[in-house]
């Protein structure tokens, strides 16, 4: 399931960078500006044991997002939609 980002976020921008699928972006205009785009988060399945954005983050705002249960297989298989190899 896709990773959030909740209210507790300070924007401090860690996670962004250490995100293997660019899944997580500043949005102008809301607050926190920082959210995770559920059609590109895998859990970081396929590259990491833990979700290198929750780990990261320093005030714990990076939680599972119950809206978007998915399956190992099915976050593995959405890695390898993202990073197709040529
Ligand atoms: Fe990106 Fe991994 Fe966090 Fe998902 S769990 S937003 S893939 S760093």
Redesign the pocket.
């Known amino acids: 399931m896709?990773?959030k980002i909740t209210s507790d976020c300070i924007d401090c921008g860690a996670?962004i960078p250490?995100?293997?699928?660019d899944?997580?972006a500043e949005v102008e205009g809301r607050t926190p500006r920082t959210v995770?785009d559920p059609v590109?988060?895998?859990?970081?399945a396929g590259?990491?044991d833990q979700?290198?954005?929750?780990e990261i983050c320093a005030v714990d705002s990076?939680v599972a997002d119950e809206q978007y249960p998915e399956t190992q297989e099915e976050l593995l298989a959405k890695k390898d939609r993202l990073h197709p190899v040529t």
Do not use: G, H, K, Q
């Open positions: 896709a990773l996670c250490v995100c293997p699928n899944a997580i995770i590109r988060c895998t859990e970081c590259f990491y979700p290198s954005c929750a990076c």
